[in-house]
C-alpha cells in the first residue's frame, strides 16, 4: 500500500494544479485541504477568516488534513499547514512530504495574474509582492524542515511533475 503525498509550499507553487495531473498520472486520488474545507463548512477560505479569523481556519485546517490523509492519495496542503508543528510532524510521519520551491518573484507574478482572492485573503495586508517576501522569509524553514523531497517549481508543470516522479520511490496504483 503506498503512503500519501503531501505537496506543500507557499501560495502560487502549484502544490493544486501539480497534485492533479500527479494524481492522474499515478492513478491516485487527489485531494486540497482548502476545497475539501470549503466542501464540509460550506464557506470560502475568505469567508472563514472573516468569521473566524486566522486562527479559527488553522483549526479548520488541521482536522482537514487528518481527514483527508489515506494512502495512495495525493494532498495539496494549503500555503500555511506547516506553520503548525502537529501538522508538520503528522504529514512527515504519515507520508512523503514534497516542497515546491519557488522564489517570492515568480509566486508573486503568479498570484497577481490569478489571484484567487476567496481562497487568499491577504495575510498581512500588504501588497502581492512584499508579503511573499515576508511569507517566504518566516515560512521557508519549516517547509525545508517538513520535506523528504525538494522540487524546483519554477519550471513548467509538466516538468515538476516529471521532477516529483523522478525523486519519489512510488509506483503508479495499477502497477502496485
Ligand atoms: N509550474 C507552474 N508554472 C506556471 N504557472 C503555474 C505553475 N504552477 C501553478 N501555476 C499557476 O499559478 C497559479 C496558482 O497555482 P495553484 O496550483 O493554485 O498554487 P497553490 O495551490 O500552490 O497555491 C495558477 O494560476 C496556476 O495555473
Ligand atoms: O499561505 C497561506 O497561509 C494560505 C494559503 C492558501 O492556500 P494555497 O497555498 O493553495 O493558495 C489557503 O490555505 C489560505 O488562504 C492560507
Ligand atoms: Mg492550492
Not at 54 to 76: C, K, M, S
Request: net charge negative.
Amino acid at each position: 500500500m503506498s503512503l500519501p503525498i503531501f505537496l506543500i509550499g507557499a501560495r502560487g507553487c502549484g502544490k493544486t494544479t501539480v497534485g492533479e495531473s500527479l494524481a492522474q498520472v499515478l492513478g491516485y486520488a487527489f485531494c486540497d485541504t482548502d476545497h475539501y474545507l470549503q466542501q464540509s463548512t460550506g464557506k470560502t477560505v475568505a469567508e472563514i477568516v472573516a468569521a473566524e479569523g486566522w486562527e479559527g481556519f488553522r483549526q479548520h485546517e488541521t482536522d482537514a488534513l487528518i481527514a483527508v490523509t489515506a494512502p495512495e492519495t495525493i494532498i495539496a496542503t494549503g500555503g500555511g499547514m506547516v506553520l503548525a508543528e502537529a501538522n508538520r510532524c503528522f504529514m512527515q510521519e504519515r507520508g512523503q512530504v514534497i516542497w515546491l520551491q519557488a522564489n517570492a518573484t515568480v509566486l508573486a507574478a503568479r498570484l497577481t495574474h490569478y489571484p484567487q482572492s476567496s481562497q487568499r485573503p491577504t495575510l498581512t495586508g500588504r501588497s502581492i509582492t512584499e508579503e511573499m517576501a515576508e511569507v517566504l522569509d518566516e515560512r521557508a524553514s519549516l517547509y525545508q524542515q517538513t520535506a523528504h523531497h525538494i522540487i524546483d517549481a519554477m519550471q513548467t508543470p509538466e516538468r515538476v511533475v516529471m521532477a516529483i516522479l523522478n525523486a519519489l520511490p512510488v509506483a503508479p496504483a495499477s502497477q502496485v
